[in-house]
């Protein structure tokens, strides 16, 4: 069976799903994304990685990666082998020895396991046909904004800051492992860099 690489383009709050996050993947080289409603752990623990924060104690998904590489196992790819009523399977492919094994997992904790292990994200073909948006018709933004989360202040909340501020504000929220906190934290600083430059 085919299969296509992904990225890692963004992630925003789940507009269906309190409390959720939609990790955004986009196939690559091509304008088609793959939207995956995740958990806020999850969501955490990939944008800590992402922005290479460095958490006071180890994040599970840090836990599993020190547990792989004591007992010399490497999770060689990452790939979403099923999609059923909605929900997206993955599974990891590790080797340790020369032998290769294939271990079901969570998409969330696949990718969030991709980034540290730094191996790349696959979907087959099939799946990408049936689950993909094309950001062409469908008239959506190459970038995932984070929209006001409901009931909650958005970013309003920081404008009195000055980025300086708000980067201290960040390491602050790390060091104290309020990492929803620091991921919204992140955005702003990401999206005022961005109008910046």
């Given at each position: 069976?085919?299969?296509?690489?992904?990225?890692?383009?963004?992630?925003?709050?789940?507009?269906?799903?309190?409390?959720?996050?939609?990790l955004?993947?986009?196939?690559?080289?091509?304008?088609?994304?793959?939207?995956?409603?995740?958990?806020?752990?999850?969501?955490?623990?990939?944008?800590?990685?992402?922005?290479?924060?460095?958490?006071?104690?180890?994040?599970?998904?840090?836990?599993?990666?020190?547990?792989a590489?004591?007992?010399?196992?490497?999770i060689r790819?990452?790939?979403?082998?099923?999609?059923?009523?909605?929900?997206?399977?993955?599974?990891?492919?590790?080797?340790?020895?020369?032998?290769?094994?294939?271990?079901?997992?969570?998409?969330?904790?696949?990718?969030?396991?991709?980034i540290?292990?730094?191996?790349?994200?696959?979907?087959?073909?099939?799946?990408?046909?049936?689950?993909?948006?094309?950001?062409?018709?469908?008239?959506?933004?190459?970038?995932?904004?984070?929209p006001?989360?409901?009931?909650?202040?958005?970013?309003?909340?920081?404008?009195?800051y000055?980025l300086?501020?708000?980067?201290?504000?960040?390491?602050?929220?790390?060091?104290?492992?309020?990492?929803?906190?620091?991921?919204?934290?992140?955005?702003?600083i990401?999206?005022?860099?961005?109008?910046?430059?």
């Amino acid at each position: 069976m085919k299969k296509v690489k992904l990225e890692i383009v963004g992630m925003s709050y789940s507009q269906s799903s309190s409390g959720a996050y939609a990790l955004i993947l986009g196939v690559s080289g091509e304008n088609r994304r793959l939207p995956i409603i995740i958990g806020g752990f999850e969501a955490q623990a990939i944008a800590i990685e992402l922005e290479k924060m460095k958490p006071t104690r180890p994040l599970t998904h840090d836990l599993f990666k020190s547990f792989a590489d004591h007992f010399q196992i490497k999770i060689r790819e990452v790939v979403i082998n099923k999609f059923e009523e909605g929900i997206f399977f993955s599974k990891l492919v590790c080797e340790t020895g020369g032998q290769v094994t294939e271990i079901d997992s969570r998409t969330s904790d696949a990718v969030a396991l991709a980034i540290r292990f730094d191996c790349p994200i696959y979907a087959y073909q099939s799946i990408i046909d049936e689950a993909a948006i094309d950001m062409d018709t469908e008239g959506l933004s190459d970038e995932a904004e984070l929209p006001e989360k409901p009931g909650k202040k958005g970013r309003k909340k920081y404008d009195d800051y000055l980025l300086e501020e708000l980067e201290e504000m960040l390491q602050k929220a790390v060091s104290e492992e309020k990492y929803e906190e620091a991921s919204r934290l992140r955005d702003e600083i990401n999206r005022r860099k961005k109008n910046l430059g």
